[in-house]
């Protein structure tokens, strides 16, 4: 029982792994669903020995001096773009991510925008329940198939590699583009960026937001794509200029786009939200109920090492590169 050691919890969880904390430590949960900028973060946090946050926290150096007794932050996801490493390997906090036990659940998702968006599964949903469907008809609801086509991956790592066995599964020929992979698994071929977009029939974005991958499909980029393509993007919506996605749409140069992730979230571009060939979903990726239990579970584990005096099992950066 260690009840002088706090952690903040800055959501909700499914799963026990909050309560098996509390049966060691001091936990506070936020229970609020608005976003928290920096000030409330670190108000939030306050004399917290462990934070465990979401990706849509601001945890910037600002907030970290803020909060001085701060060992470890937690961010329960895979992406960590919101957490300025630099400044917490200089002040000796850890950072972690929760790798590995949502790749599968992204991987679907991912899948499940490809096959939503060629197949117009949102677009049909709508028709059936606002009664337009008068009867079968041979040009009804007509989508693209994938056999034969080619998969693109923006990123070709955990999450990548698993979206395209799922490709391969559906008879498509994979390429991929990551400048940090040597080769590729079961025939999926690395070629430059340039060949990626002029030779894929469905991009998926799977690279992290990085200073490097920021804007990286922008409007000269999206236009190098193949003509009727198609864009799936479920890593970071900066990686994509929104405005120039709507352009390339608007122009029919692309033929659609699944989205779950947004430049600006929670804000959607205006032009993206009446298009039929366009599907959103509210960055969804991990959400399910045995990811996000598994997600929470890494995480606290991660907390106890730090709280223990162990190194966690899944570091980032912060006081293990500094
Ligand atoms: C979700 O976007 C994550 O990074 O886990």
């Known amino acids: 029982m260690n009840g002088t050691m706090e952690i903040a919890v800055t959501a ?52 970290m001096a803020a909060c001085p007794n701060l ?9 960590y773009n919101n957490v300025d490493l630099e400044a917490a390997a200089r002040r000796g906090i850890w950072v972690t991510n929760t790798p590995d036990v ?7 998702l ?18 059936v329940r606002e009664g337009r469907f008068h009867g079968w008809r041979p040009d009804l609801l007509l989508g693209r198939g994938l056999q034969g086509r080619t998969l693109g991956l923006l990123g070709y790592g955990r999450i990548g590699r698993a979206v395209a066995r799922r490709g391969r599964a559906f008879g498509m020929t994979v390429l991929f583009h990551d400048p940090g992979v040597l080769a590729g698994e079961a025939g999926d071929r690395q070629v430059g960026l340039d060949a990626l977009l002029a030779g894929s029939d469905v991009l998926s974005i799977h690279c992290p937001l990085t200073p490097s991958t920021r ?3 922008g409007r000269e980029r999206l236009r190098a ?30 033929a659609g786009a699944g989205l779950d992730v947004y430049e600006r979230e ?4 205006p032009g993206l939200l009446d298009r039929q060939d366009v599907v959103l979903l509210p960055h969804a990726g991990s959400a399910t109920v045995e990811t996000r239990s598994r997600m929470v579970e890494l995480a606290a584990e991660n907390v106890v090492a730090v709280l223990e005096g162990r190194p966690p099992r899944t570091p980032v950066g912060g006081r293990s590169t500094a």
């Open 12 to 63: 909700g969880w499914p799963g026990d792994a909050l309560d098996r904390l509390r049966e060691r430590y001091t936990v506070r949960v936020r229970e609020k669903e608005t976003l928290l900028d920096e000030e409330a973060l670190a108000a939030f946090i306050g004399g917290a020995h462990a934070a465990m946050t979401i990706l849509a926290d601001p945890v910037t150096d600002g907030v």
């Open 71 to 79: 060992r470890i932050v937690a961010n329960v996801a895979v992406g």
């Open 102 to 108: 949502l790749t599968e659940a992204t991987a679907d």
């Open 110 to 127: 991912a899948w499940a925008l490809i096959l939503a968006v060629t197949r117009r599964v949102v677009e049909g949903d709508r028709m």
């Open 215 to 217: 804007g990286l499909l």
């Open 225 to 254: 794509m193949r003509p009727g393509a198609f864009l799936v993007n479920t890593a970071r919506g900066p990686v994509v200029d929104e405005g120039a996605l709507v352009e390339a749409l608007e122009s029919g140069h692309l």
């Open 266 to 269: 929670p804000e959607v571009h």
